[in-house]
């Protein structure tokens, strides 16, 4: 069982599978989803299953439908695979981001500069943050 949040986790593939196969309720669709075999499907899912001591899937023959346990773990498991995705989003757009910094006295930034901050920074490209520094 997980109960130790510094603890070991399972492997991103392992989570991705068993998203993949919550959702659709369906190993082979998952593994065509991922790109990847049915057999490496089953193996992330026993992993899980064998790691957090949890029944995540109902088998019935050929059919899969998450336990009880499972729904509850699969929400969960979605939620933190959307913030990874939000993340990466976010850190992508910093790392392109450039900027630019404007440092000049009080009152040429504040008569000259400042009614002229939107044009300089359309000009520049929208993914250039214009930082302007007072100096004196």
Not at 24 to 31: D, E, H, M, W
Not at 54 to 68: E, H, I, Q, T
Not at 80 to 107: D, K, M, P, Y
Request: charged share 25%; proline share 4%; hydrophobic share 45%.
């Amino acid at each position: 069982m997980l109960n130790d949040p510094n603890g070991p986790l399972p492997s991103m593939k392992a989570l991705r599978a068993f998203d993949a196969a919550a959702r659709l309720a369906n190993f082979t669709r998952a593994a065509e989803e991922l790109g990847i075999r049915q057999p490496a499907v089953s193996r992330y899912i026993a992993e899980l299953e064998q790691m957090t001591g949890l029944r995540l899937f109902d088998r019935d023959g050929r059919a899969v439908r998450l336990s009880p346990a499972g729904e509850v773990y699969h929400r969960n498991v979605a939620i933190g695979l959307g913030r990874i995705a939000l993340a990466v989003g976010w850190a992508e757009t910093i790392a392109e981001q450039r900027f630019v910094n404007v440092a000049c006295g009080g009152s040429s930034s504040e008569l000259f500069l400042r009614p002229r901050l939107g044009y300089l920074q359309r000009e520049i490209g929208g993914n250039t943050l214009v930082r302007l520094v007072h100096c004196e």
